[in-house]
């Protein structure tokens, strides 16, 4: 996981509360997304950046948001955290959209109580 | 929706067999493909990737791509204990700022 972070590692919060989860990156890649990974269900993805203040949604955004103010930052926000919100969170970077694949950080496990 | 599709599992083989990894995808226009390795309670690490039809071979992984059939596998050849993890096959999608959709995985188990 050298040059990708994940910050905290796991998190333990209650329903209705905002929760904000830090991916940051020393690569200087221009792409970054955030997955959640649930039993049966696979690496799923939230919401993904092509760049600075550039973002979008992915397949399972409800209830999420993101920004990212500079390169190596993107930040996860949960509004209001519901228990099926409960999962282990995946941050990954790419220098290209296409051909290199991605590297994923440690990810964040989070439970909702 | 596009969909990424592995063979049930879980996949047990005993050790120096040839494990044999499959997975299908939806999207006709995909071009990269992918196949992560994943220890449990560990992050997907890449561990091959294929562009092109045929075989792609490294140490003893091989990727194989059919784009007609809208296939690709990894063989594991001699199989460790080490091997013992869940394989995530990743296509990327069509399309400006395309990103991976994964399958969701097969779990391997080589036994000693």
């Known amino acids: 996981d050298a040059g990708i972070t994940q910050s905290p590692r796991h998190k333990v919060t209650e329903t209705g509360t905002p929760v904000t989860l830090r991916c940051h990156q020393t690569e200087n890649h221009r792409y970054m997304y955030w997955y959640r990974q649930d039993p049966g269900h696979g690496l799923r993805l939230i919401h993904y950046?092509?760049?600075?203040?550039?973002?979008d949604k992915g397949e399972v955004s409800d209830g999420y948001s993101v920004s990212r103010s500079k390169t190596e930052d993107f930040l996860l926000t949960l509004e209001s955290a519901t228990s099926s919100q409960t999962s282990v969170y995946f941050c990954?970077?790419?220098?290209?959209?296409?051909?290199?694949?991605?590297?994923f950080g440690s990810g964040t496990r989070l439970t909702v109580v | 929706q596009k969909e990424v599709e592995q063979n049930s599992g879980p996949l047990s083989v005993p050790e120096g067999a040839i494990a044999s990894l499959n997975c299908t995808y939806s999207?006709?226009?995909?071009?990269?493909f992918f196949w992560y390795r994943q220890y449990s309670g560990k992050s997907p690490e890449l561990i091959m990737s294929?562009?092109?039809?045929g075989d792609k071979e490294d140490g003893r992984f091989t990727a194989q791509l059919n784009k007609a059939s809208q296939y690709v596998s990894l063989l594991i050849r001699d199989s460790q204990p080490s091997d013992s993890a869940t394989y995530l096959c990743a296509v990327t999608d069509t399309g400006a700022n395309s990103k991976l959709t994964f399958g969701k995985g097969i779990t391997l188990s080589v036994r000693p």
């Open positions: 990954a970077i790419s220098e290209s959209y296409n051909n290199y694949g991605y590297t």
């Open positions: 999207d006709r226009g995909s071009q990269s």
């Open positions: 950046s092509y760049g600075v203040k550039d973002t």
């Open positions: 294929i562009y092109s039809n």
